[in-house]
Nanobody
Framework: QVQLVESGGGLVQAGGSLRLSCAAS????????MAWFRQAPGKEREFVAA????????YYADSVKGRFTISRDNAQNTVYLRMNSLKSEDTAVYYC???????????????WGQGTQVTVSS
């Protein structure tokens, strides 16, 4: 059974940084594009960043471009999200997801993690 397990969330002050990790198991990781989505209280889930199978192609939401960096280590079956210059509006539960072929559409992703909470205090 495919599992995606996020970690690295927590409480951070505005302007600070966090690195999220998502470890995949029971998945041919190097065949899959990976993405991060987030959902804030009372809001719909939104796209954050995506990376293709090799890491050569990345997509970012405009709201995080220049502050967040998605990367992956296929040898470790792990995708990362480095988040710098965090703002209060980045507060949300962050989810990783997997599908074949990079996309920013959450409805197209086949596998999802349980999420990790990121809280940015102002």
């Amino acid at each position: 059974q495919v599992q995606l397990v996020e970690s690295g969330g927590g409480l951070v002050q505005a302007g600070g940084s966090l690195r999220l990790s998502c470890a995949a198991s029971e998945l041919t990781f190097s065949m899959y594009a990976m993405a991060w989505f987030r959902q804030a209280p009372g809001k719909e889930r939104e796209f954050v960043a995506a990376i293709n199978w090799s890491g050569a192609t990345t997509y970012y939401a405009d709201s995080v471009k220049g502050r967040f960096t998605i990367s992956r280590d296929n040898a470790q079956n792990t995708v990362y999200l480095r988040m710098n210059s965090l703002k209060s509006e980045d507060t949300a539960v962050y989810y990783c997801a997997a599908r074949v072929g990079i996309s920013s559409s959450d409805s197209s992703y086949d596998y999802w993690g349980q999420g990790t909470q990121v809280t940015v205090s102002s």
